[in-house]
C-alpha cells in the first residue's frame, strides 16, 4: 500500500488597528503604507501599491496592462474598470488558424507562430494608465508625484528580486531570450538576476522609472497623447503591429456608480459589471443562497458537492453568453435575476452531478435575443496580480491588474521599459463567435475584484490572480469568511476546489474520504499536488483578503507566494 505525506503551510493573519494593505510583494505593501503613513487615503495607497507591484513582479503586471478597480470612498462606491481593449485595426480573421482544436492555457484553437499569444501582434491597448490616475484624480488626496514616487524609486535605484519573482523569470528564460528588449531588461548581465545575502543583486529599470516620472508629473495624457504613446506605437507598428496612436488618444476608463452589487446572506457583494468574472461570480453566489451550506458542514462532500454544481452552472452561462456588450446582445439582468437564480438551483440534485447546460436567462427579460450567436466555450484544457487596501476611515478598494500570462506579450517598445499585454489572447480567434475579435472590442476577461459592505460599511475586500481559477477562488473565499466567519488566512489556507476546467481540482489537504464521496456522486476530480505543481505547490488562484470589524483589520495573502499584509504604524 502506497501513502504520500502532506504537508501544510500556512501564515498568520497580519492585523492592525489603522488600517490593512495586502498586495503580492512586500515592497509594493510599504508603497501602499508609506501613502497611509503620509495622511493618503486608500485610493492613494492603492494607486501606490499597484503601480509599485508592477515595478517588483513586472511579468505580472504594470503599466502595459489593465484591470478593474472596485471602491468606495466616504459615501462614493463603485467601479473604475479599466480592462485591455482590442485596437481598432482588429479584425475578426487577423489570425491564421492551425487547425489545432485548442491551445494554450485558455484552450482556444491555433494560431500560426502562436501571434495572439506573444509578438506585437497579441498587444491589446493597454489601460492601467487611464484607470489608476482616473481614481486619484477623482478620489486621492495626496499629490500625484507622491503616490507615483515609490514605484519610480524602485525601478530607478532598483530591488532585489524576491524567490518567486525569480521563479517566474527562470521559467520564463525562453521568452527573455526571444525578444530582444525583455533579455536586456531582465538578465542586463545575460544571466538570471540573482545575488546573495553578502552580495544583493539590484534589478533596475531606469527606461520605465522615466516613463513613471513623467506620469507623476503630466498624469494619463503623458502617457496616452504624448511622447510615450508615440514611442510604443512607433516600435509596434515597425514590427507588423496593429497598434495606433488612435487607440491610445481615445481609450477612456469606465466609471460605473455602484458596479454590479447582489446579496449574499444579508449582505451586499460588489463587483465589475459586464465582461469580466464578476457576474459568473455574482451567480455562483446567488445559485448558493438557496442552500444551508453552513449547515453542511465545511468542506464536507455536500457542501463542496453543491458548490461545484453552483459554479459549473454559472461557468456553462458565462461561455454561452457574456461578452462586450457593444458586440453583443446579453441578458445582463436576467443572468443576475432572483428568479433565474431559483431555476438554476432548482437543477442541483443532492445525489449527483451530470452533464451541465446553459439555460434560458432570455425568458427572465421577457424578450428574445436580437442576434444569436455561437457560444465561445473553450476546449478542455498567468500572470495577474491583486490588491487590497482598506483605510482608518473604512474606505477600502480591491484592484486585479494584469498584462495577461507571464511578461505578456513579451515585447518592451524600446526606450519605454514597459512590457506590454498579450491581451488578444484573451479573444476567441475563431469568427462569428460571441467572443471573436471586433474593431475596439474589450474580451470576456476573468477578473473579479470584490468588497463586501455590511450594516456599518466595509467589511472586507478581496480578490486574487490565476486566469480562470479567480472566480471560484473569490467566491470560495466568500464563502469561508461569510458563511464560516474566518478570519482571512485561514479562509485562504483552507482546502479549496476549482472548476473552471473539465476537471473539478481539489487540493491535497482534503481528505480521501471526501474525494471518494465526491467522486461516487459523479465528480471528475483531479488532486492537485506535487504530480500537478508549480514550484511544488497546488496551483490554485492566488489571493489577498482584509476582514475590517470592530477588533480592527485583518489580512491575509497567498501563503504560496512573497505576497505581504500590513497595517499602519
Not at 488612435?246 to 463587483?271: Q, T
Not at 477578473?447 to 467589511?459: K, Y
Request: hydrophobic share 35%; glycine share 10%; charged share 20%.
Amino acid at each position: 500500500m502506497q501513502t504520500h505525506t502532506v504537508t501544510s503551510i500556512s501564515k498568520t493573519a497580519a492585523h492592525s488597528k489603522k488600517g490593512m494593505v495586502a498586495t503580492k510583494d512586500q515592497l509594493s505593501t510599504e508603497a501602499g503604507l508609506t501613502m497611509l503613513e503620509n495622511g493618503g487615503n486608500a485610493i492613494d495607497a492603492a494607486v501606490a501599491a499597484c503601480l509599485a507591484v508592477g515595478v517588483v513582479e513586472p511579468e505580472s503586471s504594470g503599466i502595459g496592462g489593465g484591470g478593474y478597480m472596485v471602491f468606495q470612498v466616504r459615501d462614493e462606491g463603485g467601479v473604475i474598470g479599466f480592462p485591455m481593449k482590442g485596437p481598432f485595426g482588429a479584425k475578426p480573421d487577423m489570425y491564421k488558424l492551425t487547425g489545432d482544436s485548442a491551445v494554450g492555457s485558455f484552450g482556444w484553437a491555433g494560431v500560426v507562430n502562436d501571434e495572439n499569444i506573444h509578438g506585437y501582434r497579441s498587444i491589446a491597448v493597454p489601460g492601467s494608465v487611464a484607470g489608476l490616475i482616473e481614481a486619484h484624480k477623482r478620489y486621492g488626496t495626496l499629490p500625484l508625484s507622491d503616490v507615483v514616487y515609490p514605484a519610480t524609486r524602485l525601478a530607478r535605484e532598483g530591488f532585489s528580486p524576491e524567490w518567486f519573482t525569480l521563479y517566474k523569470l527562470g521559467s520564463l528564460t525562453e521568452m527573455m531570450l526571444r525578444y530582444e528588449e525583455l533579455g536586456k531588461t531582465f538578465m542586463p548581465d545575460g544571466t538570471l538576476p540573482y545575488g546573495s545575502i553578502d552580495n544583493p543583486y539590484l534589478l533596475k529599470q531606469r527606461n520605465l522609472a522615466e516613463v513613471l516620472e513623467i506620469i507623476g508629473k503630466d498624469g494619463a495624457d503623458a502617457y496616452y497623447r504624448g511622447d510615450i504613446a508615440k514611442s510604443i506605437v512607433k516600435d509596434i507598428q515597425e514590427n507588423e503591429g496593429i497598434l495606433s496612436m488612435d487607440d491610445f488618444e481615445k481609450y477612456r476608463p469606465f466609471i460605473w456608480k455602484n458596479g454590479l452589487e447582489f446579496s449574499y446572506r444579508g449582505k451586499i457583494i460588489r463587483v465589475p459589471p459586464y465582461a469580466c468574472a464578476g457576474i459568473t461570480s455574482g451567480m455562483t453566489l446567488k445559485i448558493l443562497n438557496h442552500f444551508d451550506i453552513k449547515n453542511m458542514g465545511h468542506n464536507s462532500p455536500e457542501m463542496l458537492h453543491t458548490y461545484i454544481w453552483a459554479a459549473r452552472l454559472a461557468y456553462a452561462d458565462r461561455f454561452k453568453f457574456i461578452a462586450d456588450p457593444e458586440h453583443a446582445d446579453v441578458p445582463w439582468n436576467g443572468l443576475m435575476s432572483d428568479k433565474y437564480s431559483r431555476k438554476r438551483a432548482s437543477l442541483i440534485n443532492k445525489d449527483q452531478i451530470h452533464n451541465i447546460e446553459p439555460g434560458n436567462p432570455w425568458d427572465e427579460e421577457g424578450r428574445a435575443p436580437t442576434k444569436v450567436m455561437e457560444s465561445s466555450a473553450p476546449a478542455p484544457d498567468a500572470g495577474t496580480t491583486h490588491l487590497a487596501v482598506i483605510d482608518s476611515e473604512g474606505n477600502a478598494v480591491s484592484i486585479t491588474n494584469t498584462i495577461m500570462s507571464g511578461f505578456g506579450s513579451g515585447i518592451i517598445p524600446k526606450g519605454t521599459g514597459i512590457v506590454m499585454n498579450n491581451g488578444m489572447m484573451w479573444y476567441d480567434p475563431i469568427p462569428g463567435r460571441v467572443n471573436s475579435i471586433a474593431p475596439g472590442k474589450y474580451p470576456l476577461n476573468n477578473m473579479t475584484p470584490a468588497l463586501v459592505i455590511g450594516p456599518d460599511g466595509i467589511e472586507m475586500a478581496l480578490g486574487a490572480s490565476g486566469g480562470r481559477r479567480i472566480t471560484n477562488c473569490v467566491t470560495s473565499l466568500l464563502i469561508k469568511m461569510i458563511d464560516f466567519d474566518m478570519n482571512p488566512q485561514v479562509a485562504i489556507d483552507s482546502p479549496r476546489v476549482d472548476c473552471s476546467s473539465q476537471y473539478t481540482d481539489v487540493d491535497s489537504q482534503l481528505s480521501e474520504n471526501i474525494v471518494n464521496e465526491l467522486k461516487k456522486k459523479g465528480h471528475n476530480i483531479r488532486v492537485l499536488g506535487s504530480a500537478n505543481s508549480q514550484t511544488g505547490l497546488a496551483k490554485f488562484a492566488s489571493p489577498v483578503a482584509i476582514k475590517r470589524d470592530k477588533s480592527g483589520y485583518l489580512g491575509g495573502v497567498d501563503t504560496f507566494h512573497t505576497a505581504y499584509a500590513a497595517g499602519p504604524n
